[in-house]
């Protein structure tokens, strides 16, 4: 059975940092691209940052991109988001998800295990 637990999630001031970390077990992660995704109240979920399998290429949300990074280390089957320059309108539960593809894909309906979510929360 897949599993991806989200961690690193907490309370944070406008302008601060937080590193999410993505671990898997039940499916080796280096055969497939990786995304983070978040929701907050109220809202769909929406597309944050997404790496290819061998992290040689990623891609981010125009809302996130210069802040956020994204990257993975196989050896240890983990994914990772660093947050910078946080801002309050970055508050939400984010979602890390493993695709059935190894390239960079952006839609939902690409990933096919999802975590429980980790809640972020930046106050202003």
């Known amino acids: 059975q897949v599993q991806l637990v989200e961690s690193g999630g907490g309370l944070v001031q406008a302008g601060g940092s937080l590193r999410l970390s993505c671990a898997a077990s039940?499916?080796?992660?280096?055969?497939?691209?990786m995304g983070w995704f978040r929701q907050a109240p109220g809202k769909e979920r929406e597309f944050v940052a997404a790496?290819?399998?061998?992290?040689?290429?990623?891609d981010y949300s125009d809302s996130v991109k210069g802040r956020f990074t994204i990257s993975r280390d196989n050896a240890k089957n983990t994914v990772y988001l660093q947050m910078n320059s946080l801002k309050p309108e970055d508050t939400a539960a984010y979602y890390c998800?493993?695709?059935?593809?190894?390239?960079?894909?952006?839609?939902?309906?690409?990933?096919?295990?999802w975590g429980q979510g980790t809640q972020v929360t930046v106050s202003s």
């Open positions: 039940g499916r080796t992660l280096s055969s497939y691209a």
């Open positions: 998800a493993s695709s059935r593809n190894f390239d960079i894909v952006t839609t939902q309906g690409a990933y096919d295990y």
């Open positions: 790496i290819s399998w061998n992290g040689a290429r990623t």
